[in-house]
């Protein structure tokens, strides 16, 4: 507001009324002023807090994914250890009993050991024919030990003639 304009609305208006009113409309812009600049400063405030959520955001995602990849390794480890664990017991039992380790199949080392010794039975009680010369290397058949013996130890095994 100018001086003008006051005294185009007051004509009879004194100089000192319109130095108060001036004094007073000063005032009252300068209040604005302050109050726009304070306002300003909040706005700018909450845009720093938005961008610093929306990248916090972005951090989060990454955050999860780092989370979700952490429990499947977790999960793979143990699995992995797990495994480990139920070959040593395989192994174990296998050394004790003598028996191969790929045959056993169990969870625990007593499951392992039973089958271990279901294996020995089944293999003493269905145990192969004596062979004559047994396959040995460098030995030479004689006697009994030519094809009309094998023909023969064939056909007592197996009925065939």
């Not at 185009?8 to 600049?37: C, R, V, W, Y």
């Not at 797990?82 to 040593?88: I, K, P, T, V």
Request: charged share 25%; aromatic share 4%; proline share 2%.
């Amino acid at each position: 507001m100018k001086r003008t304009d006051i005294t185009d609305l007051f004509p009879d208006a004194t100089k000192e009324q319109i130095d108060k009113l001036l004094g007073i409309n000063g005032a009252d812009i300068n209040s604005a002023k302050g109050d726009l600049t304070g306002l300003q400063g909040q706005l700018a405030d909450a845009q720093k807090q938005i961008e610093k959520l929306q990248q916090g955001s972005g951090q989060s995602d990454q955050l999860a994914a780092a989370n979700k990849a952490i429990k499947d390794l977790q999960a793979e480890l143990k699995g992995m250890k797990d495994a480990e664990s139920l070959r040593q017991i395989r192994d174990k039992v296998a050394a004790d009993k003598k028996v191969p380790a790929k045959l056993l199949t169990g969870d625990t080392e007593e499951a392992c050991a039973a089958q271990a010794d279901s294996i020995l039975a089944f293999a003493q009680s269905h145990g192969y024919p004596a062979v004559p010369d047994a396959g040995e290397a460098n030995h030479h058949a004689s006697g009994d030990k030519t094809a009309a013996g094998y023909a023969k130890l064939s056909a007592d095994l197996f009925g065939n003639e």
